[in-house]
């Protein structure tokens, strides 16, 4: 779920203005899971705009303590998530730490990156959910690394139900700055994007594995 509707719309606002969120219907965008897609994220972009990424951050840090009362550190997951994660750890004056899609192969053999003591609560930070596989599976590193997760932030969420399913049979309360309703919502009042190609953003997500084929 969303933390606020304002927030919502503020950010996806933000996130078409830079571009971070591309809509193409008419040429689908290929992603790394084989799905063919007329919407492709990329809030990697915001680290390059301070006054964006300052707004991510002040939400993040506002929001958060609200939802799940102040951690005791922050966890990114690599890589998305590193640079927004560090900027509202930074902001809160809390420990950072960062999660690896694998353990090191060489070294310490480290998942998790950084500091973390047992029983510590953390709040994962995450760029964008999608099916949240691997975002949950950062939260079993953590959690078998002794960490007590208060839940997850995210700038965007597709809003799979999928997702929705993992999330909840991983016990992990997920709140986001925005979401796929809220995009398209003001990307058809503003006239990023037509009513023939609303309709075809609405069919992609009913059924996102198979469409376009």
């Not at 840090?61 to 998305?80: L, M, Y």
């Not at 975002?135 to 690394?145: I, P």
């Not at 503003?190 to 997500?205: F, H």
């Amino acid at each position: 779920m969303i933390f606020t509707k304002d927030t919502a719309e503020k950010t996806a606002e933000l996130l078409l203005q830079i571009n971070a969120i591309k809509l193409n219907s008419r040429n689908p965008f290929l992603w790394a899971s084989g799905w063919k897609s007329p919407i492709y994220c990329d809030n990697r972009i915001t680290l390059s705009f301070p006054a964006i990424r300052n707004f991510i951050r002040d939400e993040f840090e506002n929001q958060i303590e609200k939802k799940f009362g102040k951690p005791d550190v922050i966890a990114g997951v690599a890589t998305g998530a590193i640079g927004i994660g560090v900027l509202v750890a930074e902001s809160m004056g809390l420990p950072f730490v960062y999660v690896r899609p694998e353990p090191k192969k060489h070294g310490r053999q480290n998942q998790v990156e950084g500091f973390l003591q047992k029983g510590q609560n953390v709040v994962v930070v995450e760029d964008l959910i999608s099916t949240g596989k691997s975002s949950l599976l950062a939260v079993e590193a953590l959690r078998a690394a002794g960490a007590n997760i208060k839940g997850m932030a995210a700038i965007f969420n597709y809003g799979f139900e999928v997702a929705s399913t993992n999330f909840k049979e991983a016990n992990v309360d997920l709140f986001t700055l925005s979401d796929y309703e809220n995009l398209l919502n003001f990307a058809i009042s503003k006239q990023y994007i037509t009513d023939d190609e609303l309709v075809i953003l609405k069919e992609w997500r009913k059924d996102p594995a198979n469409w376009g084929n």
